[in-house]
């Protein structure tokens, strides 16, 4: 896949999101885009190093200062680290070891007869909510699920009729813009409550945050999530993608019109047998409160847990064991040599996403070190602390506000280690909760993702939509998801203001007043 091109939209494309696709699609890619942050970002370091700012770091207490990325020490540090950057890239690692297991079970053609018979259980009527459902019950496998997700998704749309980009698309922004959204506890909650427990004892050194403080409130954004993407998806974006970008490339449509022979449906039924006592053993050593599977403190979902350290590994053992097996059942895999084949081949497809990966890992150390994202971050809040509003306004302003950081800075517990300190205790002064100020934040920081090129799996996500829209550029995406952003941004948003103004929870042991003790 090229995550070069630059191709504007077709002529008859107007108006706001039409504005975005050309401006975005004139910008070069994506790769490149990150190579000039880089300089950027090395030559402001250079020009802010020289100006004194008045900002204190909210934990360590000092004076916010920019360090000059071209000073000759960080200059070497930053030659000496670009190779453990790349290595340690954080969704480089897992989309290759995932991908593995993906191409083991695509070219055995179990994933064929899996979308086959998933397209029969689900009706068309009903394929974009179960799309975004998906998604949102995907939040529990963090990261890796964008590996697995979206390409499904654009199959099972394509297979039905419909526009494969769509697929993606409702993929995406349940899965990435709801994230605040969820069913399930995830891995981001005990790190997001860290944070503002931390944060929370600036003020009063007792104050206890329970992991779940969100809980009750993620809860019922969900339906309100799927709802919205469901309507944006069938009534927005699918009719401009289906009249502006039709799909041009050949994909093997016609394989999944097939009837499946009783060969194929026997070795499908195996394999899928297999992968079921795979989760029942999985789940078996998971159970018991000793298990090895489980954090020191008794828990599955903490990211100190075994289980969910082993992830992306999980995973591929969960696509490569049954594909696998109905590859050997039905003889698309004759040897061993047949099965590296198709990991080689479908690695091929990451070339245009291994390198990007490289200079988005050298950016963010950039980033990281000259202390940029720092002063963006702690100037931001001090600013809307300066306002002194009230309590609904301060909290549309912290949605507001993390809105606009969150197309810089993308990563959650990053911009949290910052802002919370600044946030909570400047909430609690004037009689708002830390777990209030937390749900805040992580509205806007969920709705933005899908619509920021610096997210970390946009260049994947691309390299997907190419599969069918061989000219999908940086603008596509973000033009195709600004609606969704928009749409989470006020359904979220909606969702925590019914709560408080209700007296709902937002999760257990948490209230949305302060009053000190």
Request: with cysteine; aromatic share 12%; net charge neutral.
């Amino acid at each position: 896949m090229n995550l070069t091109s630059n191709t504007l939209p077709p002529r008859e494309n107007a108006g706001f999101i039409g504005f975005i696709e050309k401006a975005g699609n004139a910008l070069p890619n994506i790769t490149m885009l990150f190579i000039y942050a880089l300089v950027l970002c090395m030559f402001l370091s250079l020009g802010l190093s020289f100006i004194s700012f008045d900002y204190v770091h909210p934990l360590t207490k000092e004076t916010v200062v920019v360090n000059n990325m071209f000073e000759v020490q960080r200059l070497i540090s930053f030659v000496l680290a670009m190779v453990n950057n790349f290595v340690n890239y954080p969704p480089l690692g897992m989309t290759i070891v995932a991908t593995l297991g993906i191409g083991i079970a695509e070219s055995s053609g179990y994933v064929n007869v899996l979308i086959r018979k998933m397209l029969k259980m689900t009706p068309l009527a009903w394929l974009t909510p179960s799309i975004a459902l998906v998604g949102v019950l995907a939040h529990v496998v963090s990261d890796s699920a964008y590996v697995i997700l979206m390409p499904v998704s654009a199959m099972m749309f394509y297979a039905s009729g419909r526009h494969p980009l769509a697929g993606i698309a409702a993929a995406f922004a349940g899965l990435a813009g709801g994230f605040s959204a969820s069913i399930t506890p995830s891995i981001i909650d005990p790190i997001m409550q860290s944070f503002t427990q931390d944060a929370a004892r600036i003020i009063d050194p007792s104050y206890h945050v329970n992991v779940l403080c969100n809980y009750f409130v993620s809860v019922g954004g969900v339906i309100g999530v799927i709802l919205t993407v469901w309507y944006i998806t069938d009534k927005y974006v699918e009719p401009r993608l289906n009249r502006l970008w039709p799909v041009d490339t050949q994909v093997k449509k016609e394989q999944l019109a097939q009837a499946l022979t009783d060969k194929e449906n026997k070795a499908f039924s195996v394999a899928s047998y297999s992968l079921i006592g795979f989760a029942i053993l999985v789940f078996v050593l998971a159970f018991p409160d000793d298990s090895v599977l489980r954090a020191p403190e008794g828990t599955l979902t903490s990211p100190k847990a075994p289980l969910m350290q082993a992830i992306v590994p999980l995973l591929l053992v969960v696509f490569s064991l049954p594909g696998l097996i109905y590859g050997y059942r039905t003889g698309t895999f004759k040897s061993a040599n047949d099965v590296t084949a198709a990991m080689e081949k479908v690695v091929t497809t990451l070339i245009g996403f291994i390198v990007f990966a490289f200079f988005s890992a050298q950016f963010l150390y950039a980033f990281k070190m000259s202390n940029i994202g720092t002063l963006i971050a702690v100037s931001g809040a001090e600013f809307l602390r300066a306002l002194q509003m009230p309590s609904q306004l301060t909290i549309l302003g912290i949605i507001l506000l993390t809105a606009m950081l969150n197309f810089v800075i993308t990563s959650a517990s990053s911009k949290w280690a910052i802002l919370a300190p600044i946030f909570v205790p400047m909430l609690m002064a004037v009689g708002i909760s830390p777990e209030l100020t937390q749900a805040a934040f992580r509205i806007s920081d969920s709705a933005i993702n899908v619509s920021t090129p610096m997210f970390a799996f946009y260049p994947l996500i691309i390299m997907y939509c190419q599969q069918y829209v061989k000219n999908t550029g940086v603008g596509t995406l973000v033009g195709m998801m600004v609606p969704y952003s928009i749409g989470l941004l006020l359904t979220l948003t909606a969702t925590l203001f019914i709560f408080w103004g209700l007296g709902i929870p937002l999760g257990f042991n948490s209230g949305y007043t302060y009053i000190a003790n």
